[in-house]
């Protein structure tokens, strides 16, 4: 890793060097019913729209790598002749600027799953391959829980890093594409007065941490709570909406349509992101459904999150985020769901 410090002056210059490209970040999208701001990962334009000083966004920057709909392949088709037309998209290089270590640590666990075998997404991987990632410290929110974790701070994952110190930033430098966008801005060495300041700037975002998960032998404990009344009080609570999947960064679970055009000259094959708390996810032809009172889907996404996923690579499917948490109608939180069933019962 290579640090470097620069004015607060120079970020914008930075973004202009950038956006040649698309860039995305976060901006305020209106207000919720209090008349609190809401933020969100959009395109941005102009330097000023951004707004680095975010608490957290509604959804994760999910939807621009992983759309929530997206075409897999078309036809068309002429006769007894067709063509099939793939698009991956790889020529769209994009900058993702002021992202949080949640965000980037749920990139690097979607990456376990999506660009490695047996079944690598050639989809994700192209966009993943052209995304120039610029993380952002935060500023913790009594929804995270990140810290329990371990995704509170990013080691992996993104090309440069950046704590604001107030004048000046603090930059992690970890691709050799961030360390030639840098040398066209005005930066310099850091100074032991710099790390000092550094540590200080850490220690005190982690103090204002709030809410954790006892995460100790959580899959074990899961494993003997299968049957645990918990499950059956939250899952009577539960919409069954998808709404936290829909918000969630890790979640991936999805569904493929087909669709054939009446006149029979063209087809479609599309990708749509689905919740495994919709009542028909676990749906098979010939209408048996294997999940399905509310419940058991309520508990197999916990379980897929915090236990199958451990088993497979050795860390949880959650950042601690929070964003399920806040946008859930029903007011079910991680925290509290886990807790319970470490208690036997909400
Ligand atoms: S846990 Fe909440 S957000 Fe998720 S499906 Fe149930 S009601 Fe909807
Ligand atoms: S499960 Fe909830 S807290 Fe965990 S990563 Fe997903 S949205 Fe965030």
């Not at 992690?172 to 961030?178: F, N, R, Y």
């Not at 032991?192 to 998960?213: G, Q, S």
């Not at 074990?220 to 009577?236: I, R, V």
């Not at 055009?261 to 459904?289: M, P, Q, R």
Request: proline fraction near 5%; charge should be neutral; hydrophobic fraction near 35%.
């Amino acid at each position: 890793m290579i640090f470097a410090t620069f004015s607060a002056k120079e970020l914008p210059r930075l973004f202009d060097l950038l956006a040649a490209n698309t860039v995305v970040g976060p901006v305020k999208k209106g207000t919720d019913s209090a008349g609190r701001p809401l933020y969100d990962f959009d395109v941005v334009y102009r330097f000023q729209d951004l707004r680095l000083d975010y608490p957290a966004t509604i959804h994760s920057a999910k939807r621009h790598f992983l759309p929530h709909r997206e075409s897999l392949c078309t036809f068309t088709m002429q006769g007894n002749d067709w063509e099939k037309q793939v698009d991956y998209n790889i020529y769209k290089p994009v900058v993702f600027f002021g992202l949080h270590a949640c965000d980037i640590n749920a990139l690097n666990k979607l990456d376990k799953v999506l660009t490695a075998p047996p079944y690598p997404n050639p989809y994700y991987t192209a966009k993943r391959r052209n995304m120039f990632i610029i993380g952002q410290d935060c500023q913790p929110q009594p929804q995270c829980f990140c810290r329990s974790m371990g995704t509170d701070t990013a080691l992996r994952g993104f090309d440069l890093f950046l704590t604001d110190l107030g004048d000046r930033y603090f930059a992690e430098i970890l691709s050799a594409t961030a360390y030639q966008f840098l040398r066209k801005i005005a930066t310099r060495p850091p100074t032991v007065k710099d790390h000092d300041r550094y540590k200080e700037v850490v220690a005190e975002r982690n103090r204002r941490f709030t809410t954790t998960v006892d995460t100790s032998d959580l899959t074990k404990l899961l494993d003997l709570e299968f049957e645990s009344p918990a499950w059956q009080q939250w899952g009577d609570k539960c919409l069954s909406c998808g709404t936290c999947a829909n918000v969630c960064p890790t979640c991936y679970c999805y569904g493929v349509e087909e669709t054939v055009d009446l006149d029979l000259t063209g087809a479609a094959k599309t990708k749509y992101l689905y919740s495994c708390n919709l009542i028909d996810f676990a749906e098979v032809a010939g209408g048996h459904n294997f999940r399905p009172q509310t419940a058991t889907r309520l508990k197999y996404r916990y379980y897929h999150k915090h236990r199958g996923f451990v088993e497979a690579y050795e860390e949880p499917l959650c950042v601690g985020c929070g964003r399920c948490g806040e946008a859930c109608l029903a007011g079910i939180t991680v925290p509290a769901v886990l807790a319970s069933v470490r208690a036997r019962g909400a």
